[in-house]
């Protein structure tokens, strides 16, 4: 692979937006924590099929008035042009300058005669460059592992390029555990001359059978040898977070040290899970790679 270090890297921590207060005033103390380690931008999920609008719209706003830029995720499918539009006008007012555009997955039970007007992320992508010209960088999502809805890889890569080509400015990657899979598919774009930073996903492992169920759906493959370790510790949640601390911490040196263009980092809004990697790497002054 070749290193695409000629981009600046950055590092970034995800949420999801709480349910309750409770939840909200957890979240805050996690932020806080986070932002502690400079990170360049926080950001916020979308639920399915807008699920979560406003509490989206709420946490990005509460996270970015307090002084680190934060990225809500939009996902376009289910949705009307516009009700998007609006939504990016709200953020354009308040200052936010990144979204990550995504088309997302209907809630269950819902029929998928229900896509809406934009059927791909690359319509989003369009309408987003078309309605707002260029005030947001559009981070968009990547998988080196192939979408398991992908009718093959080479469809999915070729999928991939009409976002880089509708306007995208960054991609940030499904989860993977082999680094192998992320430096073969920065390969294969470069070869077809996308010319973007894709940043690696990074999923800590705190809970194997959650990851294992949720691996399951969005296509990430939990190697074998990962596997057989964790469900050696059954429930010792200690065990399997050192662990799998270990194994995620390898494997960001290796992505890093390699020419990654930075990480971002699910936290499922935990702190810890995500700063003992963070701590391990030692990129609290980011230039230890
Ligand atoms: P797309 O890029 O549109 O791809 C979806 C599928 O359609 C792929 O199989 C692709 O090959 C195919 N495809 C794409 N374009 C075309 C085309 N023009 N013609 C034919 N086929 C095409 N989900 C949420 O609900 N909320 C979130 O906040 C959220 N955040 C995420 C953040 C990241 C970094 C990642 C990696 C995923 C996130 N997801 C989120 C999950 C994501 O919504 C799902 O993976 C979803 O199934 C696909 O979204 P996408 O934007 O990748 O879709």
Redesign the pocket.
């Known amino acids: 692979m070749e290193s695409q270090l000629p981009f600046k890297r950055r590092f970034s921590f995800?949420f999801?937006p709480p349910k309750t207060e409770n939840g909200m005033e957890k979240l805050r103390e996690v932020r806080d924590t986070l932002a502690r380690r400079k990170p360049d931008f926080f950001?916020?999920?979308?639920?399915?099929?807008g699920t979560t609008r406003e509490r989206?719209l709420d946490t990005v706003f509460q996270l970015h008035d307090l002084g680190i830029s934060t990225a809500p995720?939009?996902?376009c499918?289910g949705a009307d042009r516009a009700s998007i539009t609006e939504l990016l006008d709200q953020y354009k007012e308040r200052g936010i300058q990144r979204i990550?555009?995504?088309?997302?997955?209907l809630p269950s039970g819902v029929g998928v005669g229900a896509h809406g007007e934009l059927?791909?992320?690359?319509?989003?992508v369009a309408l987003i460059r078309q309605h707002s010209g260029d005030h947001f960088q559009i981070?968009?999502?990547?998988?080196p592992e192939?979408?398991?809805?992908?009718?093959s890889a080479q469809?999915?890569l070729l999928?991939?390029k009409?976002?880089v080509d509708a306007g995208a400015t960054s991609?940030?990657?499904?989860?993977f555990f082999n680094a192998e899979s992320y430096f073969y598919f920065v390969d294969r774009c470069e070869k077809l001359g996308i010319n973007l930073p894709i940043v690696p996903?990074i999923m800590p492992i705190t809970n194997y059978s959650k990851l294992a169920r949720f691996s399951e759906m969005?296509g990430a493959e939990i190697p074998r040898w990962i596997r057989k370790q964790l469900e050696s510790y059954g429930d010792d949640l200690d065990s399997i977070g050192k662990f799998g601390t270990d194994v995620v911490t390898r494997m960001c040196e290796q992505l890093l040290k390699s020419g990654a263009p930075g990480l971002?980092f699910y936290t499922l809004n935990q702190a810890e899970p995500s700063l003992a990697i963070w701590d391990n790497l030692g990129l609290t002054d980011k230039i230890a790679f």
């Not at 950001?43 to 099929?49: D, E, R």
């Not at 990550?100 to 997955?105: E, F, Q």
């Not at 991609?171 to 989860?175: N, S, V």
């Open positions: 995800e999801f950001s916020v999920t979308y639920g399915a099929g989206t995720h939009l996902s499918i990550v555009a995504l088309r997302g997955d059927r791909y992320a690359n319509d989003l981070e968009v999502a990547a998988y192939t979408h398991p809805q992908a009718s469809a999915d999928n991939f009409k976002k991609a940030i990657t499904q989860y996903g969005c971002h």
